[in-house]
């Protein structure tokens, strides 16, 4: 873990897009994206312990920045832990390394909605909001979001920022999002394919998903971050 003296040089820019980049880049570089995150999967090892009093720290210097940690790492640990293995072994040492974003969906008071899935000849369509997501950066941002197919069966699937039909709107204005790059959005009859499903959602969520969220916005709270 960095050492405190290293959390106050964390990168400032008045520009939010160049400011997301540079806090991602950072935290990566530092090691933080890696952090309680076991040597076979790219990371560096250590325990949830280390990564929450590193996000705490952080956040006592630079709150956007852990905004970003705690939606990278999030993301991270989603596909550490998805049975679409080819995916998210594709994906995984871009998102530890820094350079591509792992965006997540803000939590809301109620469940999310599920995006409405469409069968075509060769993939789905699929259509509805998505709501608030942070770390939308513009180095590029994968999204795990729920969906619900034809027949009802739900799963998780994989969005890009790249894909023809997810709109963004503008970023948050409040200073509290500054770099953060949080925005709400939407897919629009956008094209996904059979291969960028993750997860059944009736396959039981993996306890270390939900523990990474809960260290981390703990830590973000304790260092009077809303989150």
Request: net charge negative; hydrophobic share 45%.
């Amino acid at each position: 873990m960095p050492a405190d003296p290293v959390f106050a040089a964390v990168p400032v820019h008045l520009n939010p897009v160049i400011q997301g980049d540079l806090w991602l880049s950072w935290i990566a570089r530092e090691g933080l994206t890696a952090l309680a995150l076991p040597p076979e999967a790219g990371g560096q090892g250590g325990t949830l312990a280390e990564l929450g009093r590193a996000a705490r720290t952080l956040a006592r210097h630079a709150p956007g920045a852990a905004w970003v940690l705690w939606a990278q790492r999030l993301c991270i640990e989603q596909l550490h832990a998805a049975h679409n293995r080819a995916v998210a072994d594709y994906l995984l040492p871009d998102l530890i390394a820094g350079h591509r974003a792992g965006a997540c969906l803000l939590p809301t008071d109620s469940a999310p909605v599920p995006l409405a899935a469409r069968r075509l000849e060769r993939g789905w369509r699929l259509q509805g909001g998505l709501g608030l997501a942070a770390n939308l950066q513009w180095a590029g941002f994968v999204l795990v979001a729920p969906a619900c197919f034809e027949g009802g069966r739900r799963a998780r699937v994989l969005l890009s920022g790249d894909d023809d039909g997810l709109r963004r709107g503008p970023d948050r204005p409040e200073a509290d999002c500054h770099g953060t790059r949080t925005a709400e959005l939407q897919a629009q009859a956008l094209f996904f394919r059979d291969d960028e499903i993750l997860d059944a959602e009736d396959t039981p969520p993996d306890p270390r998903v939900t523990e990474v969220d809960r260290v981390l916005r703990a830590a973000l709270l304790d260092a009077g971050v809303p989150v």
